[in-house]
């Protein structure tokens, strides 16, 4: 269990994690993502659904899937899918704000979203002051989680020992990477029927240190365990 060891790196995915999934922010682009395949491809809703969530799995992103197999630009993808995003569904959190501040050592966001709309969502949830930086799908070359090579880039980017660091994270597979690069990994639950990410042990070995559904909660609990003489 992560909660009893201090860390001078925390790691946070931003869609779905940094922010409830409730919230629907992301339903909205995902919403983008099927409607710009449906586009580009001139597809009916379902076809494009599909081919959308198809690449998401085979290839980590379905803008990874898109390059990869169409040669799609990736930034005119990006553009499309966040460009078309009401932010106003985000308020600020002071309780997550209080929480990432109370905890030493360096906040990374880490995200296979763009940088422009991870520092929207921050601004909007107020806690771009908490972090350090932020390694989005650009500088990764487009190469999302969870190929191996992009934690290896981030933690080189930010000279993270990966023995002291621990990732968050709503989608497991992205964990099992983290896990297998040295990190303690703790898994976002959502209580939404839309989002079912469930951790399964028989699907993707033991890779995931903990779990929970308030990331604002675990880092409290983690602060007040860490700060016992």
């Not at 309780?95 to 360096?106: C, H, P, Q, V, Y």
């Not at 949830?125 to 190469?143: P, Q, Y």
């Not at 990410?197 to 929970?212: C, K, L, M, V």
């Amino acid at each position: 269990m992560p909660q009893s060891r201090s860390y001078d790196t925390y790691i946070f995915d931003l869609d779905n994690t940094l922010y409830a999934s409730a919230s629907r922010l992301f339903s909205q682009i995902d919403a983008n993502m099927t409607s710009f395949v449906q586009k580009h491809f001139d597809l009916p809703f379902e076809g494009a659904q599909a081919l959308q969530k198809k690449y998401f799995e085979d290839h980590g992103t379905t803008l990874y899937g898109l390059m990869k197999k169409h040669d799609v630009n990736p930034h005119h993808f990006l553009d499309y899918i966040h460009d078309h995003v009401d932010y106003t569904w985000l308020n600020p959190h002071e309780d997550l704000k209080a929480a990432l501040n109370a905890i030493e050592g360096t906040k990374i966001v880490f995200t296979n979203a763009s940088n422009h709309h991870a520092s929207r969502v921050l601004d909007r949830l107020g806690i771009a002051s908490c972090f350090s930086g932020c390694f989005d799908i650009i500088e990764a070359d487009f190469a999302p989680k969870p190929h191996r090579e992009t934690y290896e880039k981030l933690l080189a980017t930010f000279d993270v020992d990966p023995k002291r660091a621990v990732m968050f994270d709503d989608i497991p597979k992205n964990l099992v990477t983290a896990s297998q690069v040295g990190m303690a990994t703790v898994l976002i639950l959502h209580d939404d029927e839309g989002l079912p990410y469930r951790y399964d042990e028989n699907a993707h070995g033991p890779f995931i240190d903990d779990q929970t559904d308030d990331l604002t909660h675990w880092l409290k609990q983690h602060h007040q365990i860490i700060s016992q003489p």
